[in-house]
C-alpha cells in the first residue's frame, strides 16, 4: 500500500506529512514518559520486532482477481510492543523502506506513514486494545479482525488522500480499493494470528526464553523466501492500473537498493537476498539506535 512517486497532488502530501511528524513526535514523547510508569519493552525486542515487520512486508501474497497484498504490520507491532512503541516501529519501517528501497515515493512518504504507523499500527491497535475486552477466549477472534481492519482503514486512507488530490473522484476509487483490501486484510489477520500464537506475548513472553528464537527464524525465513514473494501488483498498484489515474514516473532521486536488489549485481536471487540480508539488518540496527535514544532520555530525566 506504499502511494508511488507523483500519485498525489496539491497540497494533500504537505499536509499529511505535518499530522504525521506531529503524531510521531508525541508518540515518541509518550514513549520517554509512560516508561517512567511501567516497564518499557527492551531495545532488542523492539528492533527484533521492526526487523520483523520490515521483513513481513517484503513477502507479497496472490489475492483473487490478478492482485497481491503484503503484510501491513501494525496490529501485530502494536500486540508485540503496545503503544506508542508499535506506531514508531511502522514509522521507521515504512521511512527506510522509502529511503533505501525506494518503496513508496519521497514526496508521498508523510501519506505512507499516517496511513501504515498512524493508522495502520494506531486505529488497528486501537481496535485491538478494545476487542480484548472479549475476554481471552475471543483472543483470536479479536487480533484477526484488528489486524483485518487495520488494512480496510488504511485503503479508506488511501482512497480520501487520492480523491482529496484531485486525481480519482471517492466514488469511483473508494469501492475499489476497498473491495481489494477486505481481501487482503483477510491475510493480514491470518498472520497476525499466526504471530500472536507462537509468539510469546506478555506475562508468558517473561515466562518463556523462546520468543529471541521464534523471530530470529522468522527473519531468516522471510530471507530465504523474499525472491520467491508474489509478482502480481499490490492492491493499490491494481487499483491504479484498472481506473487509469497513475502511470509510473521516474524516482526522485536513486536509492542504493531500488525495488530490494543490489543494483551492482543486476537482478536475480543473490542480488534479493543481500538486499533483503540488507534490509533487515539495516532496520534491526536503526531501531534498536532508535529505542537505546529514547531510553537515554528516559535515564536523563
Not at 515504512?94 to 533505501?100: A, H, M, P, R
Not at 473508494?174 to 500464537?197: D, F, K, N, Q, S
Not at 530470529?216 to 481506473?243: H, N, Q, R, T, Y
Request: charged residues 10%; hydrophobic residues 55%; contains cysteine.
Amino acid at each position: 500500500m506504499h502511494i508511488p512517486q507523483t500519485m498525489l497532488q496539491g497540497s494533500v502530501c504537505p499536509i499529511t506529512t505535518a499530522v504525521i511528524g506531529a503524531g510521531v513526535v508525541v508518540a515518541a514523547a509518550v514513549a520517554v514518559v509512560i516508561s517512567q510508569r511501567r516497564e518499557r519493552c527492551n531495545s532488542l525486542k523492539f528492533a527484533q520486532v521492526t526487523a520483523l515487520v520490515f521483513a513481513g512486508q517484503m513477502l507479497n501474497f496472490p489475492v483473487a482477481g490478478g492482485t497481491s497484498g503484503h503484510f501491513l504490520g501494525g496490529v501485530a507491532a502494536v500486540m508485540l510492543l503496545g503503544f506508542p512503541e508499535g506506531i514508531l516501529s511502522l514509522a521507521l519501517t515504512v521511512t527506510l523502506q522509502c529511503l533505501f528501497f525506494a518503496d513508496g515515493g519521497v514526496d508521498m512518504l508523510g501519506a505512507n506513514v499516517l496511513n501504515m504507523a498512524g493508522i495502520g499500527a494506531g486505529a488497528g491497535g486501537a481496535a485491538l486494545y478494545l476487542l480484548r475486552r472479549l475476554g481471552e477466549k475471543y483472543r483470536y477472534v479479536a487480533v484477526f479482525f484488528a489486524a483485518w481492519l487495520s488494512v480496510v482503514l488504511a485503503a479508506l486512507a488511501v482512497s480520501i488522500e487520492l480523491a482529496a488530490s484531485g486525481v480519482v473522484p471517492l466514488g469511483t476509487v473508494l469501492p475499489a480499493m476497498l473491495g481489494v483490501h477486505m481481501l487482503i486484510g483477510i491475510g493480514e489477520g491470518v498472520i497476525t494470528v499466526a504471530a500472536a500464537a507462537f509468539l510469546p506475548v506478555g506475562e508468558a513472553e517473561k515466562k518463556s526464553g523462546r520468543a529471541v528464537y521464534v523471530v530470529s527464524a522468522m527473519l531468516v525465513a522471510a530471507i530465504v523466501l523474499a525472491p520467491f514473494a508474489c509478482g502480481l501488483p499490490d492492491g493499490l498498484e491494481w487499483v491504479a492500473e484498472k481506473l487509469r489515474f497513475w502511470k509510473e514516473s521516474a524516482p526522485a532521486f536513486v536509492a542504493p537498493m531500488p525495488d530490494y536488489t543490489i543494483p551492482a549485481l543486476q537482478t536475480g536471487l543473490v542480488s534479493q537476498w543481500l538486499a533483503a540480508a540488507a534490509g533487515v539488518a539495516l532496520t534491526f540496527f536503526a531501531a534498536y539506535l532508535l529505542s537505546c535514544l529514547l531510553r537515554r532520555k528516559e535515564s536523563g530525566n
